[in-house]
């Protein structure tokens, strides 16, 4: 009997049109974005727009649940402080969910799993995690980031470099000042295929993390949004968005 019940209950979840019938009445979303960390976000140079994966996932929710995004580009280090104070409806912009985050915001359903990854210079490609480890090496990260965290859990403060962005670490990595950037590993290729010939994806397999979309604590928003994400998953369009940035492996 039980068997037959949990059936008929997973039919009916999926089945039912109400999971999807969220209608933001055209409302205008502020959203904050911090646009410096391709392919998530980044500003295209000829047009001045925001485009990235996390762009085109906010557009396809919208247009499932009749919402209008309006995307801001923020610094990351002001970027949860402003969501905190009403200056955004929401934060998209390759945000780990993490315990400490959830105890003071609200997250959306994961979009996406990430793989943590280390660039590197294409010299010292050979280098490994433990080469970082055994100290002298300088392994740099975007201040206030889990790939931060994961920087000093896996080598120790001492040997990780800060930088207020993404682009600044980028650059620290060509100039030698440090020897490897952590990273997501889905931007970690974009920087590969931008720096082709000077920089590679060279330890991957780090931590894996859920990545979500950002709100107030109690903003009844949120449901809103996962109704919008898990139409966007049902019918193929954030596959097929992980396709166009990714491929299909």
Known sequence: MFKNLFAVATLAMLTAPAAFAADLEGRVLKIGTDATYPPMETVDETTGEIV???VDVMNAIC???????NFV??????IFAALQQGE???VISGVSITPERE?????SEPYIVVSQAILLQVDNADMTLEDFKAGGQKLAAQTATTNAQLAEELVGRE????YDSFSAAILALQNADVQGVIIDGTSAAAYEQEFAGELTVGITGLQSDPLGIVFQEGDP???AINAGLAAIQEDGTLD?????????N
């Open 52 to 54: 990235g994966f996390d």
């Open 63 to 69: 247009e499932k649940i009749n919402c209008v995004p």
């Open 73 to 78: 580009n923020t610094a990351w280090d002001g």
């Open 88 to 90: 955004f409806d929401l």
């Open 103 to 107: 105890e003071t915001m609200d997250f």
């Open 159 to 162: 040997n990780v470099s800060l």
């Open 221 to 223: 928003t949120v449901d």
């Open 240 to 248: 097929a968005l992980k396709a166009k940035y990714w491929g299909t």
